[in-house]
C-alpha cells in the first residue's frame, strides 16, 4: 500500500493529484504562496517544489554541452545554469511553503536534486520524495533517499524498462516498500501521441506497485484518459495563468483548467466500475420504458390476437417483445380494453 501522509493511494483510491508548481513563482515566493492556495482551491491532494542546488546539478560553463541544443524546446540555446538560476526554489523559502501548505491542509513534498538539498528537506521533515526524470540515473541519490524510509515516488522518462526494473531493486534493497513510479514521456511540451498510456498496465504488472503519469502534454486528455489504464497518482504543472512567462507555461495548467482536470480525473476513476456486467441498480426504474406488447385496439373475448390490435411500443408492462410473433392468431379469454398491457394469462 502506498502512502502520503494519511493519504492512501490506490486503484480503490481517488486519483492523487499532484500541482508541480516547479519555477513557476517567477523568483516570488509571495507568487508561490498564490500558487498553492490557487491549487488547493483547485481541488489538488498535493503540491510540490523542486529543491535543488544549483552547484550540485550541473556548472557555469559556456560550452556546448551544456546548452539546450534542441528547437522543439521552449529552453532552445539557453545555458542550464541560467535555467536552472531562473526555475531554483530559494531553500529560504522552503520552511515558509512548508508551513502555508500546512496551513492550508494540502500536502507539500518536493523533487529532490543533490544530497545536500535531501539533507536539507530532512531537516524540514519533508514528508515524501519525487524523483524527476532526469535524475532517475543518480542511483546513489535514490538509495539515500530511499533509506529515509519515507515514500518515494519516481518519473520513468528516457529509461529503459530493464534500467526501472533496477531502480525497483534498490527500494527492495532498503526494505522501503513505500514507493511508486509515474509513466513519464520527457519531452516539453509533450504530444498526446507520444504519451503511451497503454504501458501503465504493463509497469504496474512488472513493477508490482502503484503507478501514475507525470503529464507534460498541452491540456488534460492524457490525465483523464490514464485513470482507465490504471494511474493512481497524476502529477501535473500549475501556473497562475496563461502565457504569463513562467519557466514552464508552455505545459502548466492554469487554476481553472485544473480543477477541470482533478474533476475529470475523479469522475473516470468513478466510472471505472467493475469487471462484470450487470444492470446498475440507477437504472431499474428506467427498465420500465422499455418496449413491450400493448393492445392498441379494444379486443372482445373469443376475438384473435391480429397485427392491428396489438403493438410493440413503450413502456414496458407489458409482455417482453420476443412473444410478439408467438401471440398473434391466439384468442382472447376476455375482453382487453385499448391501452392495456398484454399479458399471456389474458390469451389461449
Known sequence: MFKIGKRIISKNHKPFIIAEISGNHKGSLNRALKIIRSAKKAGASAVKLQTFDLNEITINSEKNYFRINDRASPWNGKKLFDLYTKAITPKKWHKKIFNFAKK???ICFSSVFDFKSLDYLEKLDCPAYKI?????NHFPLIEKVANTMKPVIVSTGMT?????EEIRK?????KNKNFAFLKCTSSYPSH???SNLKSIELLRDKLKCEIGLSDHTKGIGAAVASIAFG????????????NDGSVDKD??????????LVKETFAAWEALGQKKFEIDKTEIKNSRLKRSIFVVRNIKKGDKINYNNIKIIRPGYGLHPKYFEKVIGKTAKKNIM????????FIK
Open 160 to 164: 529503459q524498462l530493464r534500467e526501472i
Open 338 to 345: 385499448q391501452a392495456t398491457p398484454l399479458k399471456l394469462s
Open 192 to 194: 498526446p501521441s507520444s
Open 231 to 242: 494511474a493512481t497518482i497524476i502529477e501535473k504543472h500549475i501556473v497562475l495563468k496563461n
Open 132 to 136: 524527476a526524470s532526469f535524475e532517475n
Open 170 to 174: 534498490i527500494f527492495i534493497k532498503t
Open 104 to 106: 492550508n491542509r494540502i
Open 251 to 260: 505545459f502548466s495548467l492554469p487554476p481553472q483548467e485544473f480543477r477541470a
